[in-house]
């Protein structure tokens, strides 16, 4: 495949799936720029690593397994910077939440706000097999392949 067809290929791409995968980087990330960056930085690396896609497969599952470990990268730098630098605030909770009307797919506000400070509480894997699972609909063998992680810690992940 050409450069100028693997362009198209992913431009086609980011327009089909963009928005659902900021949905899933902002519910790991908690933050409009980091998950506007992770998403950014998931359809570059789709672009370095299209010659590995499958396309008998469906495109969704592999942006989402990209986009979420970019996210989950993101998760585990922001950790170090806060244990390396004591006293700093976290920006996830700074109070970036969206507002509402801003188009996010949540139904009301308080139980938006309850459901993301569930979210919150959980590990980064287990928050994003959560959502792979609940709001995505992804299957645990799916799941297992997203994260990289066996279906057996996928069970453990959902349990916790």
């Keep these: 495949m050409t450069d100028q067809a693997r362009l198209a290929a992913v431009t086609a791409a980011y327009l089909d799936h963009a928005d659902d995968a900021y949905r899933l980087a902002y519910a790991i990330l908690h933050d409009r720029d980091d ?4 998403t950014q930085e998931g359809f570059a690396r789709a672009f370095e690593r299209w010659q590995g896609y499958d396309p008998d497969r469906p495109l969704r599952p592999w942006l989402h397994a990209i986009v979420a470990r970019v996210a ?3 998760l585990r730098r ?3 910077r806060r244990l390396a630098i004591p006293g700093v605030a976290d920006a996830a909770g700074s109070g970036s939440a969206p507002r509402e009307g801003t188009g996010d797919p949540a ?3 308080s139980r938006r706000l309850a459901i993301e400070e569930a979210l919150s509480a959980l590990q980064p894997l287990s928050r994003a097999a959560v959502l792979l699972r609940h ?3 992804y299957d645990y063998l799916e799941i297992a392949a997203l994260l990289d992680v066996s279906v057996v810690s996928v069970g453990a992940l959902l349990s916790r």
Excluded: I, S
């Design 72 to 74: 989950l990268d993101q």
């Design 35 to 38: 998950a506007m960056e992770a």
């Design 107 to 109: 139904a009301g506000w």
């Design 78 to 80: 922001r950790r170090v």
């Design 135 to 137: 709001r995505y609909g």
